[in-house]
């Protein structure tokens, strides 16, 4: 847990083995949570520094059409999660519960074959979805 989302600190951090990122503004459920991916052997990276990462990593490219199947609500929590936002955060800004959040995140992640919000994001910024 740091205030630093430098990219030499972070890069080096994961790189040498760290089991998470997370950063001091990060609420009480996401240390709650990276505690207990750390226990069972996950990385959890707090949503900034994902971002970030994901910018880096994954090249801009032509939507391809996977996500056809998405409605447009899935299609506009995928760009919410893509930014970083947490459940909390989109169900505060879409004015729905975070139940529902969750809901729509499992039915994209199987319509995706995708197993995580990681996962999730990289598609939101692989296919265009997304834009810096």
């Known amino acids: 847990m740091t205030t630093f989302d430098l990219d030499e600190y972070v890069y080096p951090a994961l790189r040498d083995g760290a089991c998470g990122y997370l950063l ?5 459920n996401l240390v709650i949570e990276a505690i207990r991916a750390a226990v069972s052997g996950e990385t959890l990276i ?3 520094i994902t971002v970030k990462l994901l910018r880096k990593m994954i090249p801009p490219q032509a939507p391809t059409g996977t996500g056809e199947a998405l409605s447009e609500r899935e299609l506009e929590l995928v760009r919410l999660v893509a930014r970083g936002r947490t459940n909390a955060e989109i169900a505060e800004e879409l004015f729905i519960s975070a139940g529902t959040v969750k809901n729509h995140l499992a039915n994209v992640q199987r319509r995706l074959g995708v197993r995580n919000r990681v996962e999730i994001a ?3 910024w692989s296919t265009g979805q997304v834009s810096a």
């Open 122 to 124: 990289a598609w939101a």
């Open 24 to 28: 001091k503004r990060s609420g009480p």
């Open 46 to 48: 707090s949503p900034q």
